[in-house]
């Protein structure tokens, strides 16, 4: 079993859509993030959730909006897409112990 | 506010020699420290951690890494690396449990035959 799982794995899309990336842990963990990998590889914090609660919000556009049903679940939503947003978003769990395989988005 | 640098962007080492990758972070109090493996297209492994203790901490895989407040360093060292080891290393530097990570920019390990 995957401790930590994202889907899709890829995402293309075009300039201007929304999109959705989902973020599961089955390690139950009370503490899940958002990571973003840009082109150079160098890895950031976006958001920060324990136990359903929004903790970390680092600067990121309001057009990205996380939400959590429940703490095994943190979920990525993107709006009105632009062609920076073009990265690898990783899901973890549990202060980074663990990371999800990644979420390659292309926008076009 | 935590920062992490890798001096080290691209390392080539022959297979069978040792490896050791620097980082240095910058942090106020006891850094909760971390180095994590990346293969082309893949997530991130962690290989090890550093929260208090012993200076010396095993990982997998083979690699070690040590703490030095004085150097505020975490070296991670492996004695003999396998071809397999060809992959970005990523140091990372936290708070405390719970909080956020601050990553190095990566060093690029490249193995030759």
């Known amino acids: 079993d995957t401790a930590v799982s994202q889907t899709p794995k890829y995402l293309v899309t075009q300039m201007g859509n929304d999109k959705s990336i989902k973020c599961e842990q089955n390690?139950?963990?009370?503490?899940m993030y958002w990571y973003k990998q840009d082109s150079k590889k160098f890895l950031k914090i976006m958001f920060s959730y324990n136990n359903k609660e929004l903790i970390i919000n680092e600067t990121v556009p309001n057009r990205f909006s996380p939400k959590s049903p429940d703490k095994a679940h943190l979920n990525l939503h993107i709006n009105s897409l632009e062609l920076g947003d073009s990265a690898v978003y990783f899901c973890a769990s549990n202060y980074g112990y663990t990371f999800g395989s990644g979420t390659r988005l292309t926008v076009v | 506010a935590q920062s992490v640098t890798q001096p080290d962007i691209h390392i080539t080492v022959s297979e069978g020699a040792s490896l050791e990758l620097r980082c240095n972070y910058s942090?106020?109090?006891?850094?909760?420290l971390f180095w994590y493996v990346q293969s082309p297209g893949q997530g991130l492994q962690l290989l090890l951690k550093y929260f208090s203790g012993d200076t010396l901490v095993q990982g997998i895989k083979g690699f070690e890494a040590e703490f030095k407040r004085s150097q505020s360093s975490f070296n991670l060292r492996k004695p003999s690396v396998h071809w397999s080891d060809a992959a970005e290393y990523f140091c990372?530097?936290?708070?405390?449990?719970?909080?956020?990570?601050?990553f190095g920019g990566g060093t690029r390990v490249l193995v030759k035959p």
């Open positions: 942090y106020g109090a006891t850094p909760y």
């Open positions: 390690l139950g963990h009370d503490t």
């Open positions: 990372a530097v936290g708070a405390a449990a719970g909080n956020k990570l601050t």
